[in-house]
Structure formats: structure tokens, C-alpha cells
């Protein structure tokens, strides 16, 4: 074999040594970029389930004559009736202390929520005192959101302080729970609690807490999550920059008194029967 038959051949094993290189990188890079492309799109599904949750608790807060048992119930709750001298708190405490069921609560916390611009209805007195009542504690969150909605915010501060073993646990499961409960208040208050849990090592309480305070904060919190959006794991850095982005959006006054909008926002959904 000639110099140049020596050299075409060296010239095609490195050729075909490129080529085998090459494409071992291509498909890496392909089931990386797949997998990325899963979790935003997981992501991005959680997002969408909680605007439909959002806004299934919008339509089911709205006005409008009694079409179920369950609707004229919450409006029997709702109203004052001669010959009954209890007032609507004193009301919901009696049907809470026979009805005790998930969907009980989300009944009573409905009704609590359509008082939120009727103080005449249902004082900031009653509210405080059916906040101290041994209730469930959705009961207690919607009181609580009422009061600051009104510009008190003692009692929600009290509320989310509840739930601050629970962000201490050394279980993360615990941890991840008390995240969802606290993001469901809308209060800046519970914002200041979850930032240490940014610095977690459980990535999945990571992303709770990047939800958490997408959902709590507002625009003096943005610092905080800068940093996640440089994050190795794909997840949290994408959810870290959507959290982000909805931050910047919120003045440093926002959520320091929960909007009534809010409130119903977070109402649990009351089955139809």
C-alpha cells in the first residue's frame, strides 16, 4: 500500500471516528433537550390547573338564585331569618359543629367569603371570633383574609405563623404541604416565611417554594429568586424566571392586605349534588 492509499485511509477512519463522535453528541443533546422539554411542559400544566381551579372558584362565587341544594343552603346560611336571633357567624358554628366533611367547610367558607364587602352582615368581631373557634382551618384562612381585606391583618398574621413547624420539618413532604398552604393566603406576609426555603436541597420543595412565592410575593421579593434562574436543574431555573417575571409585575404595597379577589381565588371547590 502507497503513501497515498496509507493517507485516504487514515483520512476516512478519523472521518468516520468524527462522524460516530458527532452523532453520539447529537443524541445526547436531543434526550437532554427532551427532557427539558417535559418538565417546562409539566410545568407549564400545573399553571394551567391552577387557573382552571381559579377560575372554576370564580364562577361558583358568583351571584345568582338557588339552583341546587347546596346553592340554597349557602344562601339559608347567608340570611337572617325572623324568629332565628343567631347572627351568620353563630350560624356557621352550629352547621360546623354537626357538618365536620371536606365539603362542609368549603360550604362555610363560601358563605364567609360572600360577606367580604358586608360588614353590616358579618362584623370584623364575628370574624375574629370565628377565627379563634376550634374550625377547619380553611374556615380560619378565609376569616383571616376577610379581617386583612378589611385592613386588619393580625389575624392572618397569627394563621400563617401556624405553619411555620411545618417549613422547619426535616420531612419534606411536610415541608411541600406547608408551601401549598401558605400560598394559598395571597398575603406578603407568608412571602417573608418562604424565602429561606429557597436555599432548600429537595428540589421538589424547591419548586413549591418558587410557587408559593409567585403567589405571595411581589416586587421586593424579586432579589430573592434572581439568583435560581442560573439553577443547574432546568425546572427550577425556568420556574424560577416565571417567577420572576410575575414579581417584577407587583408594586412593594401589593398583597400586604389580601384582595377579596384573591379570597375567592382560593376558595375549595364545593361539589355539585
Same mark, same amino acid.
Given at each position: 500500500?502507497? &503513501?497515498?492509499? /496509507?493517507?485516504?485511509?487514515?483520512? =476516512?477512519?478519523?472521518?468516520? $471516528? #468524527?462522524?460516530?463522535?458527532?452523532?453520539?453528541? @447529537?443524541?445526547?443533546?436531543?434526550?437532554?433537550?427532551?427532557?427539558?422539554?417535559?418538565?417546562?411542559?409539566?410545568?407549564?400544566?400545573?399553571?394551567?390547573?391552577?387557573?382552571?381551579?381559579?377560575?372554576?372558584?370564580?364562577?361558583?362565587?358568583?351571584?345568582?338564585?338557588?339552583?341546587?341544594?347546596?346553592?340554597?343552603?349557602?344562601?339559608?346560611?347567608?340570611?337572617?331569618?325572623?324568629?332565628?336571633?343567631?347572627?351568620?357567624?353563630?350560624?356557621?358554628?352550629?352547621?360546623?359543629?354537626?357538618?365536620?366533611?371536606?365539603?362542609?367547610?368549603? &360550604?362555610?367558607? /363560601?358563605?364567609?367569603?360572600?360577606? =367580604?364587602?358586608?360588614?353590616? $352582615? #358579618?362584623?370584623?368581631?364575628?370574624?375574629?371570633? @370565628?377565627?379563634?373557634?376550634?374550625?377547619?382551618?380553611?374556615?380560619?384562612?378565609?376569616?383571616?383574609?376577610?379581617?386583612?381585606?378589611?385592613?386588619?391583618?393580625?389575624?392572618?398574621?397569627?394563621?400563617?405563623?401556624?405553619?411555620?413547624?411545618?417549613?422547619?420539618?426535616?420531612?419534606?413532604?411536610?415541608?411541600?404541604?406547608?408551601?401549598?398552604?401558605?400560598?394559598?393566603?395571597?398575603?406578603?406576609?407568608?412571602?417573608?416565611?418562604?424565602?429561606?426555603?429557597?436555599?432548600?436541597?429537595?428540589?421538589?420543595?424547591?419548586?413549591?417554594?418558587?410557587?408559593?412565592?409567585?403567589?405571595?410575593?411581589?416586587?421586593?421579593?424579586?432579589?430573592?429568586?434572581?439568583?435560581?434562574?442560573?439553577?443547574?436543574?432546568?425546572?427550577?431555573?425556568?420556574?424560577?424566571?416565571?417567577?420572576?417575571?410575575?414579581?417584577?409585575?407587583?408594586?412593594?404595597?401589593?398583597?400586604?392586605?389580601?384582595?377579596?379577589?384573591?379570597?375567592?381565588?382560593?376558595?375549595?371547590?364545593?361539589?355539585?349534588?
Amino acid at each position: 500500500m502507497n &503513501i497515498t492509499h /496509507k493517507y485516504l485511509l487514515l483520512t =476516512a477512519l478519523i472521518s468516520a $471516528a #468524527l462522524s460516530l463522535g458527532l452523532g453520539g453528541v @447529537l443524541i445526547v443533546s436531543y434526550h437532554r433537550m427532551d427532557a427539558l422539554e417535559q418538565q417546562v411542559q409539566e410545568l407549564k400544566a400545573q399553571r394551567a390547573e391552577q387557573d382552571r381551579q381559579h377560575m372554576q372558584a370564580v364562577q361558583m362565587a358568583g351571584p345568582g338564585v338557588a339552583t341546587s341544594p347546596v346553592d340554597q343552603l349557602v344562601k339559608d346560611l347567608s340570611t337572617r331569618f325572623v324568629g332565628d336571633s343567631r347572627s351568620i357567624a353563630k350560624k356557621l358554628r352550629d352547621f360546623l359543629a354537626e357538618h365536620r366533611h371536606e365539603k362542609d367547610f368549603a &360550604i362555610a367558607s /363560601k358563605v364567609i367569603a360572600d360577606m =367580604a364587602d358586608n360588614p353590616d $352582615a #358579618l362584623t370584623n368581631e364575628e370574624l375574629d371570633w @370565628l377565627f379563634q373557634q376550634p374550625v377547619s382551618p380553611v374556615i380560619k384562612r378565609v376569616a383571616a383574609q376577610i379581617l386583612s381585606a378589611r385592613g386588619n391583618n393580625q389575624a392572618m398574621d397569627s394563621y400563617i405563623a401556624g405553619y411555620r413547624s411545618g417549613l422547619d420539618s426535616a420531612n419534606p413532604v411536610e415541608r411541600r404541604a406547608a408551601l401549598g398552604e401558605l400560598a394559598k393566603t395571597r398575603y406578603v406576609g407568608a412571602a417573608t416565611m418562604i424565602l429561606p426555603v429557597l436555599n432548600d436541597r429537595d428540589t421538589t420543595v424547591l419548586l413549591d417554594a418558587l410557587l408559593a412565592l409567585r403567589s405571595t410575593g411581589n416586587e421586593s421579593h424579586s432579589s430573592a429568586v434572581i439568583f435560581l434562574a442560573k439553577h443547574p436543574d432546568p425546572s427550577v431555573s425556568w420556574l424560577a424566571g416565571d417567577a420572576l417575571n410575575n414579581l417584577e409585575l407587583l408594586s412593594k404595597k401589593a398583597r400586604t392586605h389580601v384582595l377579596v379577589a384573591d379570597i375567592v381565588a382560593e376558595l375549595p371547590p364545593i361539589p355539585l349534588e
